[in-house]
């Protein structure tokens, strides 16, 4: 349920606000839905990493332009190791090390400050 | 503790946006970018954001309607000239913003302030050229000139317009990368922009180089070597053309460049660029099957993406016009419109001289000139770097103009002044508005409307060429031109000497110019404009003959032509030049007896002289004249040390004609002496060798001229994965299709004039969108290489229907 709830009205939030406005949603809905913080870091990190990737691969499939390879070239250069790592591997990963730590740790801090006013 | 306990990840939640939300060193901010909410994917497009659209804007008085073809070329329909330049500022930013700021930081000498310290010698460079203060000097001055300043004010409005409504979800992806957003447009940046192109196209000197060679060798070698015209030519103005005015006295002084130096002259001025060039022409009725003129114009620049043209289409009672406009700036610079067409290439005189200054003390208050200290003026440069440091440099200015290099070594003027260079150049001067001349085309009904719009422009000088539906041609080598005695500026100038100075201006109605001359047709490839009996002295160098001599070939030889045959002149791939030398050196080739050799002598032999996109003698004979031209010259002039090669006429002469010269010995080989054959046969074998190393064994395929030519259009940011690579095509530097590894035909135009209306095919090597995520990024491209042309939409109303229009934007004005 607190799942859905960050990943509906956090999806909503995100289409007209700045790109943290994820962070303040899941913060609000742990502290009011979630019972631990381990609870509300996973809850929070998975539905802010489905929304980016979900929301990532509708863009990426519906685009006539490869934008992905183009920007993971841009940081890759093109050579050595990391070059070999698919570019939409490399992309997505990056997203996912950013949604899962925004969107975790705001899900966690809404326990945390919950429990220290109570 | 507590606190701690509850805060922490609070703490390392705010901590990680504030750190994602801002850049940090050289990466962009990794949050921000990486969303796919507000990031990089915001700028990927697909069909439905192509679909009609209405808006209401603020800055227009009437209705606009802005048709886009499949191309996405806009035509816009204005009902009053304000709406009209408002409109072409608001969509070309719309699909241009970036590049669009983008010229006018390189022109300003600014793009230290988003891309940070790598930037700063290219900046100190151009703000020493001084083209910011020339700039806002033009802009000051066209306040009074109530046209231009109409249609700038109008077209910043659009532009600021378009800036007012994007959000960072709608920033080109350049923006997004760099960490900054566009800031204000105005009339100034306009002019910022045409400083660019007077850079591109005048912006080089061989002054200091040929200087170091008269030192060296004194003028008896410089007049053999470095003649003021060449042997093969076929100058733009067909010989024979009757002068009919009566030219200003020029006197030339007797001394005619500044004293020698101790020590070679080394500056970072580059050469002119002899593959920025183009080529026009248009071939009167006579020779068409319409019976009307034809006219065909590609100027050849360095290739980038997004491209340096942006096609319209402008339309209002007042006007109706198609072509090509450079991005930030107002009206058609090259198209057609009802009743003419008109094309440019650039002129190449020698505009920009160096005049050696001698100061009075280390501070450079003063220098001398005319037996008098005359006050310098100082400017402090402020560089802002992206990390907010800033960097201070002082600008000095005589009247010739700005002191572009400093040298802390004392000289020959004496021994305890410090001494420096002044730059005279025509990109600098402030009179007149280069505008007009655009604005007069765009409107122009014939050939006296032509000559009108001529006297309006200064720089740089381009060869304008013009065709009319009443079956008139014409072409002028046009701009100011500085009155000069014979081979001024050739060599460094005395700063000192008034005589130096330049003397006035060529009047303009003396400027070169034909109009339908016997042969029926007018072109021009860069080459000189007129031959030796023109009173006036342009310049002592001018691109190489080889296009215009071609150019001239086919038209003299092309009866019945149509749209399609100026279309194949244009992708010529003929080689002139080897045509010229190459039999001369395959006889030399015959005494070699290196058998590793007799494969590739082969491929020479049965080679059709063709830059073709398969041919390997093409790959050999490129890079072999290359090779034999440092083999002859690099020993006494090298480069590397800032000494001039002679041209190529020049050497391919000497070899056919001298073949004893002192020369071709090589200097650095104490004990020997070579001799022409050894020098012809070395370099060959040392081209057949470096090839085998860097593309292995001579095959056809790794070999091919395409392969080893590899024309690249690189993105303007250098960003490598928003360029693209590998394009299959032939050409060459010295060939009509000028298609260079970087550079070439830019954009490519075919207009059939017609009493009833005109049919214009053309297309450029990229896309109207600036967004690499659009498919309109570089669409066009493959084409280009092939070397087709596209039907252009020119329409007569606003209502007519085609299928080649796919939507409609409409501009509503803003009920307040």
């Known amino acids: 349920m607190l799942y859905l709830m960050i990943l509906i009205i956090g999806g909503i939030a995100s289409y007209f606000g700045p790109w943290w406005i994820i962070a303040p949603v899941a913060l609000a809905l742990c502290w009011w839905k979630a019972k631990t913080p381990k609870e509300a870091y996973l809850t929070a990190s998975a539905a802010t990493v489905t929304l980016w990737i979900g929301y990532a691969t509708f863009l990426n499939a519906t685009a006539d332009v490869n934008l992905i390879d183009k920007i993971a070239e841009l940081f890759t250069g093109g050579v050595g190791f990391l070059a070999k790592v698919p570019k939409i591997a490399f992309v997505f990963t990056i997203m996912t090390l950013i949604a899962t730590a925004i969107g975790g740790f705001a899900g966690m801090s809404g326990v945390q400050m919950r429990r220290y006013f109570k | 503790?507590?606190?701690?306990?509850?805060?922490?990840?609070?703490?390392?939640?705010?901590?990680?946006?504030?750190?994602?939300?801002?850049?940090?060193?050289?990466?962009?901010?990794?949050?921000?970018?990486?969303?796919?909410?507000?990031?990089?994917?915001?700028?990927?497009?697909?069909?439905?954001?192509?679909?009609?659209?209405?808006?209401?804007?603020?800055?227009?008085?009437?209705?606009?309607?802005?048709?886009?073809?499949?191309?996405?070329?806009?035509?816009?329909?204005?009902?009053?000239?304000?709406?009209?330049?408002?409109?072409?500022?608001?969509?070309?930013?719309?699909?241009?913003?970036?590049?669009?700021?983008?010229?006018?930081?390189?022109?300003?000498?600014?793009?230290?302030?988003?891309?940070?310290?790598?930037?700063?010698?290219?900046?100190?460079?151009?703000?020493?050229?001084?083209?910011?203060?020339?700039?806002?000097?033009?802009?000051?001055?066209?306040?009074?000139?109530?046209?231009?300043s109409r249609i700038l004010t109008a077209y910043a409005k659009g532009v600021n317009t378009y800036i007012s409504q994007i959000d960072y979800k709608n920033l080109p992806v350049e923006y997004k990368l760099l960490g900054y957003k566009p800031a204000e447009w105005t009339p100034y940046k306009t002019i910022l922009m045409l400083m660019n192109m007077r850079s591109t196209l005048n912006g080089g000197s061989d002054d200091f180089r040929i200087t170091n060679v008269v030192d060296q060798f004194g003028f008896e070698t410089v007049k053999d070597l470095f003649p003021d015209y060449p042997v093969e030519e076929s100058p733009i103005i067909p010989v024979g053309t009757k002068w009919d005015f009566s030219p200003l006295p020029v006197k030339t002084p007797t001394k005619i460049m500044s004293g020698a130096d101790d020590d070679k002259l080394i500056v970072k001025i580059p050469s002119p660029a002899p593959e920025i060039g183009s080529n026009n022409w248009a071939i009167g009725g006579s020779k068409s099957s319409t019976g009307l003129p034809i006219l065909s114009n590609d100027p050849h620049l360095g290739l980038t993406l997004p491209s340096i043209w942006y096609q319209m289409q402008l339309s209002c009672p007042t006007v109706n016009v198609y072509g090509v406009a450079l991005p930030g700036c107002p009206g058609i610079v090259i198209g057609f419109n009802k009743d003419i067409a008109w094309g440019v290439t650039n002129v190449g005189s020698d505009v920009m001289d160096f005049y050696k200054i001698r100061f009075n003390n280390a501070e450079k208050t003063h220098y001398m000139h005319n037996d008098k200290w005359i006050p310098t003026t100082k400017y402090i440069e402020q560089y802002r770097l992206k990390s907010g440091l800033v960097i201070k440099d002082t600008l000095i200015y005589t009247h010739h103009g700005p002191v572009v290099y400093n040298e802390s070594k004392t000289t020959n003027f004496n021994k305890n002044t410090p001494a420096g260079h002044a730059m005279r150049w025509i990109a600098l001067e402030t009179t007149g508005s280069d505008l007009m001349i655009f604005h007069l085309l765009n409107r122009a009904k014939n050939y006296d409307d032509y000559r009108e719009a001529l006297t309006h422009y200064t720089a740089p000088a381009q060869n304008f060429i013009f065709a009319s539906n009443q079956n008139d041609i014409a072409i002028t080598p046009n701009g100011k031109f500085p009155l000069k005695w014979k081979e001024q500026g050739k060599y460094i100038l005395d700063g000192s000497m008034p005589e130096h100075d330049w003397q006035g201006w060529i009047p303009m109605e003396q400027n070169p110019t034909v109009k339908n001359p016997p042969r029926g047709f007018v072109s021009s490839a860069n080459q000189f404009s007129t031959d030796p009996t023109y009173p006036y002295y342009l310049g002592w160098k001018f691109a190489p003959s080889s296009r215009g001599i071609r150019i001239n070939e086919r038209l003299t030889a092309m009866t019945n032509a149509n749209a399609d045959s100026l279309r194949s002149l244009q992708n010529d791939n003929f080689n002139v030049s080897a045509r010229r030398i190459l039999p001369t050196l395959l006889t030399y080739l015959e005494s070699s007896k290196e058998a590793s050799l007799a494969p590739a002598i082969d491929i020479m032999k049965k080679w059709d002289l063709v830059n073709g996109p398969d041919a390997v003698g093409a790959t050999i004979y490129e890079a072999w004249t290359t090779e034999l031209g440092n083999w002859i010259w690099d020993d006494e002039f090298p480069s590397k040390q800032f000494l001039l090669h002679p041209s190529e006429d020049r050497t391919f002469e000497m070899i056919k004609k001298e073949s004893t010269a002192k020369w071709f010995d090589n200097t650095n080989t104490k004990d020997k002496v070579e001799t022409i054959s050894e020098i012809i046969n070395g370099s060959f074998k040392a081209t057949i060798d470096s090839l085998t190393l860097h593309n292995g064994p001579m095959n056809p395929e790794t070999w091919a001229w395409a392969k080893i030519k590899n024309t690249s259009i690189g993105h303007l940011g250098k960003i490598g994965s928003f360029s693209r690579t590998g394009i299959m095509n032939g050409g060459g530097k010295g060939i009509v299709n000028a298609t260079t590894a970087s550079t070439g035909p830019s954009w490519r135009m075919v207009v059939e004039l017609d009493k009833e209306w005109p049919r214009g095919y053309g297309l450029y090597p990229g896309g109207q969108s600036g967004n690499v995520g659009s498919k309109y990024y570089d669409n066009m491209v493959d084409k280009w290489a092939a070397g087709k042309l596209d039907t252009l939409v020119f329409m007569k109303t606003v209502d007519e229907k085609s299928a080649k229009l796919t939507r409609t934007m409409t501009i509503k004005p803003k009920n307040k």
């Not at chain 2, 705010?14 to 909410?37: A, E, M, Q």
């Not at chain 2, 209705?63 to 969509?91: C, M, R, S, W």
């Not at chain 2, 700063?120 to 066209?142: P, Q, T, V």
């Open chain 2, 1 to 148: 503790m507590k606190i701690i306990k509850h805060f922490w990840s609070y703490l390392v939640m705010v901590g990680l946006i504030f750190l994602l939300h801002n850049p940090i060193g050289p990466l962009p901010p990794l949050g921000r970018l990486f969303s796919p909410f507000e990031g990089f994917l915001q700028n990927t497009t697909n069909k439905s954001t192509l679909t009609d659209s209405e808006l209401n804007l603020e800055g227009v008085k009437d209705e606009v309607k802005v048709i886009f073809d499949e191309n996405q070329v806009p035509h816009i329909f204005a009902k009053n000239e304000d709406d009209l330049y408002f409109t072409q500022g608001y969509v070309m930013a719309k699909d241009r913003i970036w590049q669009m700021e983008f010229y006018t930081l390189v022109a300003s000498g600014r793009l230290t302030e988003v891309v940070g310290e790598k930037a700063l010698e290219f900046d100190r460079y151009n703000r020493r050229l001084g083209m910011a203060r020339a700039a806002a000097k033009i802009a000051e001055n066209l306040k009074t000139d109530s046209i231009s």
